[in-house]
């Protein structure tokens, strides 16, 4: 019997990150507005495409570099992952969503890609977000990261 159901491919060619820093003693999550045509003038957080090369977590620090001009942060895997479908090109995206803690002092400096940021309370970024799914993601990591001292197994040496 022959099977003539078509898969729809998932795409993995980017990487998503959640920053978090500890502002008067709460965990605060940057988020940015973003200023290029494609999601123009959509708070989310730091987002970016995978390089030839790269490992998934090493495209994950370059685009909070690029973005942000941070540097050093202590990175994690949150095993989430921002799934997107696009109808035009008829493919699932997903990307895994990394989690930065931040020391407070690090200031933000934000490239072309952004016209603001914000550092928000989990529940003011997770009503500010505006991708559904972005919320979910930003529960996950409130839970696991914020509330919860997040395992070691997670962490990325880098």
Same mark, same amino acid.
């Given at each position: 019997?022959?099977?003539?159901?078509?898969?729809?491919?998932?795409?993995?060619?980017?990487?998503?990150?959640?920053?978090?820093?500890?502002?008067?003693?709460?965990?605060?999550?940057?988020?940015?507005?973003?200023?290029?045509?494609?999601?123009?003038?959509?708070?989310?957080?730091?987002?970016?495409?995978i390089e030839g090369g790269e490992?998934?977590?090493?495209?994950?620090?370059?685009?909070?570099?690029?973005?942000?001009?941070?540097?050093?942060?202590?990175?994690?895997?949150?095993?989430?992952?921002?799934?997107?479908?696009?109808?035009?090109? &008829?493919?699932?995206?997903?990307a895994p969503v990394f989690v930065? $803690?931040? =020391?407070?002092?690090?200031? /933000? +400096? #934000? &490239?072309?890609?952004?016209?603001?940021?914000?550092?928000?309370? $989990?529940? =003011?970024?997770?009503?500010? /977000? +505006? #991708?559904?799914?972005?919320?979910?993601?930003?529960?996950?990591?409130?839970?696991?990261?914020?509330?919860?001292?997040?395992?070691?197994?997670?962490?990325?040496?880098?």
């Amino acid at each position: 019997m022959s099977n003539n159901y078509y898969e729809v491919p998932i795409r993995c060619t980017g990487v998503a990150i959640v920053l978090m820093k500890k502002i008067e003693n709460e965990y605060k999550v940057l988020l940015l507005k973003r200023a290029t045509s494609i999601l123009k003038d959509v708070w989310c957080y730091i987002g970016g495409s995978i390089e030839g090369g790269e490992k998934a977590w090493e495209s994950a620090l370059r685009e909070v570099r690029e973005e942000t001009g941070i540097s050093n942060i202590s990175l994690y895997t949150s095993n989430k992952f921002d799934q997107i479908y696009s109808p035009e090109e &008829n493919y699932i995206y997903v990307a895994p969503v990394f989690v930065g $803690f931040v =020391e407070e002092k690090q200031e /933000v +400096t #934000l &490239n072309h890609e952004h016209s603001e940021f914000k550092w928000l309370s $989990f529940s =003011e970024a997770i009503d500010t /977000v +505006t #991708l559904p799914g972005n919320d979910e993601v930003l529960m996950s990591i409130e839970k696991h990261f914020a509330i919860r001292k997040p395992s070691e197994y997670l962490r990325i040496e880098n």
